[in-house]
């Protein structure tokens, strides 16, 4: 007696288990997947893939609930984005989610998430997982120096997020005069971003003619790019170039003073015939 009691607790605790169940219930309604009792909604496609499923909101009160639904983290479009659903009844409603096109393979999240007119929430999980083939690439593009920093660009070529390292070296004419060993950047690219980046450098040589290679990997890609400049102290040039001006000008006023001061000698008289 006593094995069959223990036996249909089991049973009610593992239909209970198995029955669909709502991930969310504020107020008294409720928000889930339709059928098989997910606790999330999975999906799985390539980039551009259109993928659809169906949320069901149930109102087992005595009254309607008016509700909006929305989605966070996917691109997710709604039959009815606002629906009022009357008491005791259930509201199905299908969605799709589109994969963006220039999505990396690799796993998103999500969610669904419906807001009542007192503005509480209740919120479904979305796992996504993109298929396609892994690749990592990027480029270093337009490296440039400035008085005080290295700029420069990084472009995602590949298919998956990136997340770059930078190392930076400078060699002078006499010798190396930057050396910074690689370091994570405090960006993430995903597959086709561009990003503007710089590198300080406020120590960098008064008189130098100086060589910069740049190297930047991620997740197996790597590139790198190469840049010269003369490091010159313009100011000082131009201090010269003012007092050589000046000094041209003074020179040039004098010789003008001295072929003044010299006679000319007169004009002859013309001769010839008259006719």
Excluded: Q
Excluded at 18 to 28: E, L, M, Q
Excluded at 96 to 111: F, K, L, S, W, Y
Excluded at 226 to 240: E, F, I, L
Excluded at 244 to 265: E, I, Y
Aim: glycine share 10%.
């Amino acid at each position: 007696m006593l094995v069959a009691v223990l036996a249909v607790s089991l049973l009610a605790v593992a239909l209970l288990a198995a029955a669909p169940r709502a991930v969310a219930r504020p107020g008294g309604w409720s928000l889930a997947p339709l059928g098989g009792g997910r606790p999330a909604f999975y999906a799985e496609g390539v980039a551009g893939t259109v993928l659809r499923d169906t949320v069901a909101v149930t109102n087992p009160g005595r009254t309607p609930v008016a509700v909006r639904l929305r989605g966070t983290g996917v691109p997710a479009v709604f039959a009815r984005s606002g629906l009022r659903i009357p008491a005791r009844t259930r509201a199905e409603v299908p969605f799709t989610v589109t994969v963006p096109r220039d999505a990396g393979p690799g796993d998103r999240t999500g969610a669904i998430v419906a807001r009542d007119e007192r503005g509480r929430t209740a919120t479904v999980p979305v796992r996504l997982r993109v298929g396609g083939p892994a690749l990592a690439a990027l480029t270093v593009e337009h490296l440039a120096v400035h008085a005080d920093r290295i700029t420069y660009e990084l472009v995602n070529r590949g298919t998956t997020p990136l997340v770059p390292r930078v190392a930076v070296r400078a060699d002078g004419v006499f010798g190396r005069v930057l050396d910074r060993a690689p370091r994570p950047l405090p960006v993430r690219l995903p597959p086709g971003a561009r990003r503007t980046l710089s590198e300080p450098w406020s120590d960098r040589p008064v008189l130098d003619e100086v060589r910069i290679r740049l190297t930047v990997t991620a997740g197996g890609a790597r590139d790198t790019a190469d840049a010269s400049t003369a490091c010159v102290p313009w100011g000082a040039v131009a201090g010269c170039s003012a007092a050589v001006d000046a000094g041209t000008a003074v020179l040039l006023r004098r010789r003008g003073d001295r072929a003044r001061s010299v006679p000319r000698p007169a004009a002859a008289e013309p001769t010839g015939a008259v006719s």
